[in-house]
């Protein structure tokens, strides 16, 4: 803050009041003291805010939805970073019926790091002989808003070493948190009831 600011004991008016305007002056030193009380007021303000966003933390449990549809929800995150979860893909290069699979994984300390990394497995076991692994990042922006930044490898099940050229693939994907009010039923709502083939891949 500026040294010729004040507004304490020690502040001293630049206007001075002599003879017979005392009365106006008086005003213009009650204008010129509430005017830098009020930049006093909004300096503070401002570093308050600035403060409050940097110390922001980004939070994996909850419901997330990437820009394919795909829905992914996570449980609490324990104390170890530990954390478990659902995944309902909204594509798949196989024609069965996609089911909700089970996600497992870990991240960095939240105490120490405001935007954690993180990696998780989900094994796509009921519809799928493939598991696809994630690793990311938590981002949050300016306005609070919270982004998990991911990359992903899948593997698929091959009949020898020599079809493993066609085994994995490589992507990424951008999640962002969704509103979830009753946590596991919008992605029980979501899942198909496996009555008609699911949509493939292109």
């Known amino acids: 803050m500026r040294g010729d600011i004040k507004t304490g004991p020690d502040w001293r008016p630049q206007t001075k009041c002599r003879g017979d305007s005392v009365g106006f002056c008086r005003r213009l030193l009650l204008q010129e003291m509430m005017g830098k009380i009020a930049f006093s007021l909004i300096f503070t303000l401002a570093l308050v805010t600035l403060s409050t ?8 449990s909850g419901l997330w939805r990437n820009e394919l549809g795909s829905l992914m929800e996570i449980n609490k995150v324990n104390d170890a970073g530990e954390f478990s979860g659902k995944y309902l893909t909204a594509v798949t290069a196989t024609s069965n019926c996609i089911h ?14 405001s935007q954690p990394t993180f990696g998780f497995t989900v094994n796509w076991e009921k519809f799928s002989n493939s598991t696809t692994v994630f690793v990311g990042q938590c981002f949050v922006g300016d306005k609070g808003k919270e982004t998990l930044k991911t990359m992903w490898l899948l593997r698929e099940e091959v009949g020898s070493p020599g079809d493993g050229w066609r085994a994995t693939r490589v992507g990424a994907n951008i999640f962002t948190r969704k509103r979830n009010l009753e ?5 029980q709502q979501q899942s198909p009831l496996c009555d008609t083939p699911a949509p493939t891949a292109q």
């Open 53 to 60: 966003s940097s110390e922001r933390k980004c939070d994996l």
């Open 183 to 187: 946590p596991g039923k919008i992605i």
């Open 100 to 113: 909700s699979s089970p996600l497992k994984g870990a991240q960095h300390d939240r105490t120490q790091r």
